[in-house]
């Protein structure tokens, strides 16, 4: 598949690597870390405090080596999640919402460990998404091992792939250590990983202490990293989303710099989460067509770079899952999907990000499969496209009475499940008169009664206990 979709000229992506090239050098970038200022000042950098301005050559060298082309894994070892510089689409649910969306009562309420057992079930099952994700902050679990806890959730309910992050630098390590025990040691991690990790700097142009340990840890370890750069276009970055992608380029190549230097080879990802400022409202709107461009935009540039891609898209603003979470998430994965963005997440999200429906998580799940369609694109058949056929109708057109027809509809057609209604007025009254969110949630508990959570090794469970009991103290 090649890409259908470029919001950005090459003459335009060769203007914003220029000025973000400018902006490191002569502004410079904040650097919280120690380590990290040493490497820099080390490779040339000019460190004054925490200021450090890099030359180019420091940028280049960095892309030179980086880990560019890699998979994340099955628990059986099986390659699933392609990150490269070409345009294979995955898709995996947001991540670290507080709340949830009760189905029952309709509102938000603190996200507990059983929501996030139940958003796991419902992905593991469904084929849109290829990978797993920490998808909810677990209030019931204690806050110093929250991040840790999460990723022990998933782990010890999915075979997929994931994606997650860590929220204080004393976790990493920890984290680490779950995801290598799952593998069966750090070298099988490193040699097949299960895991990518969230890594954020903090608009304007500030890698904080926890980001570049996140960055030297990961590096280290051979674990890949996923650069989240967060410019909010009008508050913390230019109100231009020309500008805003400047300040995306300068914060990933300063975290590129800083990885490699670390960990030189080790895998990393173009990714980010911009949006724009609601100078109305004070919010970040995530379901803003502004925000999807931004994403496109980006990856662009990343593409440009022969990097692997990955945004957030596909989260709505809206609070429930109504037309407007509808429209706003379509839109998202459709615009992602033809940027050819190696990992979309956000399937599930409302209210900015701040909340989790599984009920919305079936309902995209139908959205991503006609993307999924939409990117297979139209089959061109080595014969007659369509003489043959009509050679057999002739003017009648009994199109139905063929057996091509019966042998290819599969193929030519998505079928959605039935989350999605195509049937007469008649049916769906006689149905019961659902709407889509009734339906979603009778999707939701199909899956969940038909889940059945792998089998882990006894071993592997003890040391899964073990590394918990420790951080918990």
């Known amino acids: 598949m090649s890409l259908l979709f470029r919001l950005i000229s090459p003459e335009t992506i060769d203007r914003i690597l220029a000025e973000a090239y400018q902006l490191l050098a002569e502004t410079g970038v904040r650097v919280a870390d120690p380590e990290a200022r040493c490497l820099l000042e080390n490779a040339g950098a000019k460190v004054q405090d925490r200021a450090v301005r890099i030359p180019g050559r420091i940028i280049e060298h960095a892309l030179d080596v980086v880990g560019r082309d890699f998979f994340l894994h099955s628990r059986q070892g099986d390659p699933v999640v392609h990150y490269s ?49 920490t998808a909810v902050v677990c209030h019931d679990a204690p806050s110093q091992i929250g991040d840790i806890y999460r990723l022990y959730v998933v782990l010890t309910h999915s075979e997929k792939p994931m994606v997650t992050g860590a929220f204080s630098t004393g976790n990493i390590q920890a984290m680490i250590d779950l995801l290598a025990a799952d593998s069966g040691s750090l070298d099988l991690l490193r040699e097949k990983p299960r895991a990518i990790f969230d890594v954020c700097p903090s608009p304007p142009l500030h ?8 960055l030297i840890e990961l590096g280290r370890a051979g674990v890949p990293v996923q650069l989240v750069s967060m410019p909010l276009a009008g508050a913390t970055a230019p109100v231009t989303l020309a500008g805003s992608l400047v300040q995306h380029a300068a914060e990933s190549l300063a975290g590129i710099v800083i990885h490699q230097l670390a960990a030189p080879g080790a895998p990393l990802v173009w990714g980010g989460a911009p949006a724009i400022f609601d100078m109305r409202t004070g919010s970040a709107p995530m379901g803003a067509i502004e925000t999807a461009m931004l994403d496109a935009a980006y990856a662009a540039v990343g593409k440009h770079l022969k990097l692997p891609t990955h945004g957030y898209l596909g989260g709505s603003d809206s609070k429930l899952a109504d037309f407007q979470s509808g429209s706003e998430s379509t839109s998202g994965f459709l615009i992602g999907a033809l940027a050819g963005l190696n990992m979309i997440s956000g399937a599930g999200m409302l209210d900015s990000l701040n909340c989790m429906s ?11 499969a006609s993307a999924q369609r939409l990117l297979a694109g139209i089959h061109i058949p080595k014969g007659s496209l369509a003489l043959d056929t009509f050679t057999q109708t002739g003017l009648e057109g009994e199109f139905l009475k063929l ?11 998505h079928l959605p499940s039935e989350v999605i209604d195509r049937g007469s007025l008649q ?21 969940v009664c038909r889940y059945q959570q792998p089998a882990l090794a006894k071993n592997t469970l003890q040391a899964f206990d073990q590394i918990l009991k420790t951080i918990n103290g």
């Open 207 to 214: 890698w904080t202490d926890f980001a570049c340990r996140c």
């Open 358 to 368: 599984v009920e919305k998580l079936a309902l995209d799940a139908e959205a991503i």
């Open 403 to 413: 057996g091509e027809t019966r042998t290819l509809f599969k193929k030519e057609q």
């Open 427 to 447: 049916a769906w009254q006689e149905g019961g008169a659902r709407d889509a969110f009734t339906r979603a949630s009778a999707r939701v508990e199909e899956l």
């Open 85 to 133: 510089a070409g345009d294979e689409v995955h898709f995996d649910p947001g991540s670290c919402a507080v709340n949830i969306l009760d189905p029952e009562t309709g509102q938000h309420r603190p996200a507990i460990t059983s929501d996030l057992v139940r958003i796991v079930q419902v992905t593991e099952q469904l084929p849109q998404f290829t990978a797993q994700s």
